[in-house]
């Protein structure tokens, strides 16, 4: 009985071990009861076969072979006439698979979903298709919810930025045990009331939830999870690190063309502003006043709302230049610097040949802000350079996002590049090292659960 379930009225009758194992069992039991009416029967109206797929036994799949038999019921009055004995521990009625081959593939469907549950049971011998175990799934239906205690709450998208529902989990099972439709209050408070025995709620920062549970549970504490006092953590942090990488720019803004390192600059920078649009949308969803967000982001009221009335991140351009004679055959220049002539005599009289009517200052003026800007993207990259040296252009390449992670990423995830970036960080303004510090004793109590250290 190793392979198959310890069945008490079922006998093997026959094994037989070939690629695929096939045992032939028979019933045993005198009687079986009428499962319409429920009275036992001994009279046998017809025998028949089932086949049922099983669990595989050392990558074997099995077989099993069925004799079982249909009774007449014995009671009269009973509308059904002639039932199957069943055999309610090792298969449902007219299924192909037995019950804990069910049970497996389920599994794997909840885990994997259907193709990849299909693909990785068909591996392991077990047998069922994709549709099969999806309609495993469905029929699935999670065990009898106990009395949740401490539950948290956290919208859940179901169309980003659009629509959102809210996902509770047990916290104590880790297990999530409902989704709502939306976010409001009433909703939230409705599923509260229903669930009294719960007494801590984990929430995010949302106005909304508090309220709700303050309504709906009032005597549950509301707490923050650990991932949540991160993020907002981080997110004030990235403020600060957005005003100073803003400074570093204004200062160090390069003029000349676009060179590569000035576009790597101008991409971060837009990068930086669609993560503060992020950021103002994510605290507007949180229910936060634009008032309030424009003094926590450190920005003018009615710049926030024009970003917000807009509904997209309005790039800011460069003031222009006037157009200058030159501007056509920068990229001529640039492509002869690159292949080594830097002679402005030599260049001038190559761009009088092709039409140039400009100054010969001009020409000498451009090829000054390439002598200034080309060699250092090449430079910065080598790490061999002495740490005392410090390049804030190399911060220039990073967006407000981006250097705040490295703030917050565990050392051990850190690649070289990420540990010098780091340091310019930290010593790009005095106050980002006290922040640097502050953040990370407060990751150290979050991560080793020494919260009783805060107050300190
Ligand atoms: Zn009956």
């Not at 303050?214 to 953590?233: E, F, M, T």
């Not at 503060?276 to 967000?293: A, N, T, V």
Request: charged share 25%.
């Amino acid at each position: 009985m190793i392979i198959i379930p310890d069945l008490p009225d079922v006998q093997v009758e026959e094994v037989e071990v070939a690629f695929e194992i096939t045992l032939t069992l028979r019933t045993t039991s005198p009687t079986a009861s009428c499962p319409a009416c429920g009275s036992a029967s001994s009279r046998i109206q017809s025998r028949y076969r089932r086949t049922l797929r099983d669990l595989p036994s050392s990558g074997r799949p099995i077989r099993l072979i069925l004799h079982v038999r249909r009774f007449f019921c014995k009671e009269s009055a009973c509308a059904q006439k002639i039932f199957t004995e069943r055999l309610p521990d090792l298969c449902r009625p007219h299924a192909q698979r037995t019950k804990r081959l069910q049970e497996a593939l389920c599994r794997f469907g909840l885990k994997m979903g259907g193709q990849a549950g299909a693909d990785t049971c068909q591996e392991q011998g077990l047998s069922g298709s994709r549709d099969t175990i999806l309609r495993l799934v469905r029929r699935f239906s999670q065990p009898a919810e106990s009395s949740p205690r401490v539950i948290g709450l956290d919208d859940w998208a179901y169309k980003r930025r659009l629509r959102y529902g809210t996902l509770i989990c047990d916290l104590e099972r880790g297990q999530p045990i409902d989704l709502l439709p939306d976010r409001e209050v009433s909703t939230v408070e409705a599923w509260l009331k229903k669930h009294p025995s719960i007494d801590t709620v984990s929430r995010d920062g949302s106005s909304e939830y508090a309220s709700a549970i303050r309504k709906g549970a009032p005597h549950a504490r509301q707490v923050s999870d650990r991932w949540h006092l991160v993020k907002n953590l981080a997110a004030c942090v990235s403020v600060q690190i957005t005003k100073t990488l803003a400074q570093l720019r204004r200062t160090k803004e390069l003029r000349p063309a676009q060179t590569p390192a000035v576009q790597q600059t101008q991409q971060a920078r837009r990068a930086e502003r669609m993560a503060r649009y992020e950021h103002i949308l994510e605290l507007q969803k949180h229910g936060m006043k634009s008032g309030e967000i424009a003094r926590t982001l450190g920005m003018s009221q009615r710049t926030l709302q024009r970003w917000i009335a807009t509904g997209n991140i309005p790039y800011s351009r460069r003031k222009r230049q006037r157009a200058s004679l030159i501007d056509p055959y920068k990229t001529y220049l640039l492509k002869r610097w690159h292949q080594g002539c830097h002679k402005g005599a030599q260049l001038e009289k190559e761009l009088r040949a092709k039409g140039y009517k400009g100054s010969q200052h001009g020409v000498y003026r451009y090829l000054e802000t390439l002598k200034a800007s080309i060699p250092a993207p090449s430079k910065y990259k080598s790490a061999s350079k002495p740490a005392s040296s410090i390049q804030p252009n190399l911060l220039l390449t990073l967006s407000a996002s981006q250097a705040t992670w490295l703030f917050f990423r565990r050392p051990e995830d850190f690649k070289l590049e990420d540990q010098e970036h780091l340091q310019q960080l930290r010593q790009a303004n005095p106050s980002l090292e006290v922040t640097y510090q502050l953040v990370e004793g407060f990751l150290h109590m979050v991560r080793e659960r020494t919260g009783e250290q805060l107050d300190a």
